[in-house]
């Protein structure tokens, strides 16, 4: 993480950033070049930055992954009629 002294805002990699919203860093990007998120360079460093607090907003936006539960297998004597 890095912190811009001058206005103590707290910056992100695109690996920590990546790793916040649980995805990886080409989806990261496709959300830069989206417009969802923006991306900051610092001097003449091509590396790019992210706030920290635009990721947050952004994480809180997102679904939440729900993993289907399976479906429940009847009992033989639900289905099976008792003669």
Do not use: C, N, Q
Not at 17 to 46: D, F, H, I, N, W
Not at 58 to 79: C, D, H, K, M
Request: avoid cysteine; charge should be positive.
């Amino acid at each position: 993480m890095h912190i811009d002294a001058d206005r103590g805002e707290k910056y992100l990699t695109a690996r920590e950033a990546a790793r916040m919203l649980e995805v990886k860093t080409p989806t990261l990007y496709a959300y830069v070049s989206r417009g969802m998120v923006r991306s900051y360079r610092r001097g003449l460093s091509r590396r790019r930055l992210y706030l920290r607090r635009e990721i947050e907003s952004l994480r809180e936006l997102r679904p939440t992954r729900v993993t289907p539960s399976p479906s429940r297998i009847p009992f033989a004597e639900e289905w099976i009629g008792e003669k």
